[in-house]
C-alpha cells in the first residue's frame, strides 16, 4: 500500500472527530503528530486506508493545575511539557523524560497522547505516569470514562480504548514536598535512542528522612507491559536506604520483570541492569532531599 492511497479527515472540533470516528464504526485510524502512526504504516505495520487527523483540535493541547491536580491535554507536544512552566514546577520528572525523546523536531510534533495510545512498553513519559498514579480519561459521542492507567494498558501495544474513542487528558497529583520523583532511561547511545531499559520512582518521605513511608516504582521496555515493581515497593518501605538495603531492593524489581532479546538488548542484560537504575534513582532523591534542606 502507498501513502498515496490513504484518506484523511481533518475535522477542527473535537465533536466532529468523535462523530467521524462514530459514523466510521472503528474503521479510521486517529493520528495526532504522525512520528509513530506512519513509520508503522510504511512498514506494513498499521493497516488502514482512512486517517482521522486530529492536530488541529487545540482544545486538546493544554497544560494546567488546579489546586493539587495537574491536567494536561492529550495532543499537547513534548515540546508543550518541556517549556511547562507548571510541569517544570508540579512534575520535573515529566519535563525530563519528554526531553530524552528523539530530536527536537520529534519533539515539537509527537504528542503525550499519542505515546499513550501507541501502547509500547518503551515509551519513556509512561513509567512516570505509572509511579504518578495518573488517570487517562477517553471520550466517544457519547461520553466519557476515566482510566486508572495502570487498567488502560493490556498487553503488548494493546489498550483500553475503544474503536470510536479518544485519548483527551492525562490527570496526575502535583509531586509537592515531602515528595519526590525522578525518571532515569539506559539506551545504546548518548541521545535520541529508544530505551533499551527505563525506571520512574516515586516517594514519600518518612519523617526521619532516611526511609520512604510510601514509594512506587514501574519500569518500562522489560515487559509487554509498563511494570509496577510492588515487591520492591513493599521491601524498600519504611526501611532504612544503606546501599545494601537498595541494592536488593532493585534485585527484587528485577526479579519482577520479563524482558525479551531483540535489536537493542538481550534479556539477561535487561534484567542486569535493573538494580543499578533502581540505586541510581534513589540516589537522585536522596541528593534532592538534602537540597530541601540547604539554608
Request: hydrophobic share 45%; aromatic share 8%; with cysteine.
Given at each position: 500500500m502507498r501513502l498515496s492511497d490513504i484518506d484523511v479527515v481533518a475535522p477542527t472540533t473535537l465533536e466532529d472527530a468523535l462523530s467521524v470516528l462514530h459514523e466510521k464504526s472503528g474503521k479510521m485510524k486517529p493520528i495526532a503528530g504522525g512520528t509513530d502512526a506512519i513509520i508503522q504504516l510504511k512498514d506494513g505495520l498499521l493497516q488502514t486506508t482512512e486517517l482521522l487527523d486530529i492536530s488541529s483540535l487545540g482544545g486538546l493541547r493544554y497544560i494546567l493545575r488546579e489546586g493539587l491536580r495537574v491536567r494536561i491535554g492529550a495532543l499537547s507536544t513534548y515540546s508543550d511539557i518541556i517549556d511547562s512552566s507548571?510541569?517544570?514546577?508540579s512534575c520535573p520528572m515529566l519535563v525530563d523524560a519528554s526531553r530524552r525523546i528523539g530530536v527536537i523536531q520529534l519533539q515539537n510534533r509527537a504528542t503525550i497522547g499519542g505515546n499513550l495510545a501507541n501502547g509500547s512498553p518503551a515509551g519513556d513519559t509512561i513509567p512516570p505516569l505509572y509511579v504518578l498514579a495518573a488517570t487517562i480519561t477517553v471520550q466517544n459521542y457519547t461520553g466519557t470514562r476515566s482510566i486508572p492507567i495502570e487498567k488502560f494498558f493490556l498487553d503488548y501495544r494493546t489498550i483500553d480504548l475503544k474503536p470510536d474513542?479518544?485519548?483527551?487528558?492525562?490527570?496526575?497529583?502535583?509531586?509537592?514536598?515531602?515528595?519526590?520523583?525522578?525518571?532515569?532511561?539506559?539506551?545504546?547511545?548518548?541521545?535520541?535512542?529508544i530505551s533499551v531499559a527505563n525506571l520512574a520512582i516515586w516517594a514519600r518521605w518518612a519523617p526521619d528522612g532516611n526511609s520512604f513511608s510510601d514509594v512506587r516504582v514501574a519500569m518500562g521496555a522489560v515487559a509487554p507491559v509498563v511494570v509496577r515493581a510492588r515487591k520492591c515497593e513493599d521491601f524498600l518501605r519504611n526501611r532504612i536506604l544503606e546501599d545494601a538495603v537498595v541494592w536488593e531492593a532493585g534485585q527484587i524489581a528485577s526479579s519482577e520483570s520479563?524482558?525479551?532479546?531483540?535489536?537493542r538488548a538481550s534479556a539477561d542484560y535487561r534484567r542486569a541492569v535493573i538494580p543499578s537504575l533502581l540505586y541510581k534513582a534513589v540516589h537522585r532523591l536522596t541528593e534532592s532531599r538534602r537540597m530541601w534542606e540547604m539554608p
Open positions: 507548571v510541569l517544570n514546577n474513542e479518544l485519548i483527551t487528558e492525562i490527570s496526575f497529583e502535583a509531586v509537592e514536598k515531602p515528595c519526590g520523583a525522578t525518571f532515569l532511561k539506559l539506551g545504546l547511545r548518548e541521545a535520541h535512542f520479563s524482558p525479551i532479546t531483540d535489536v
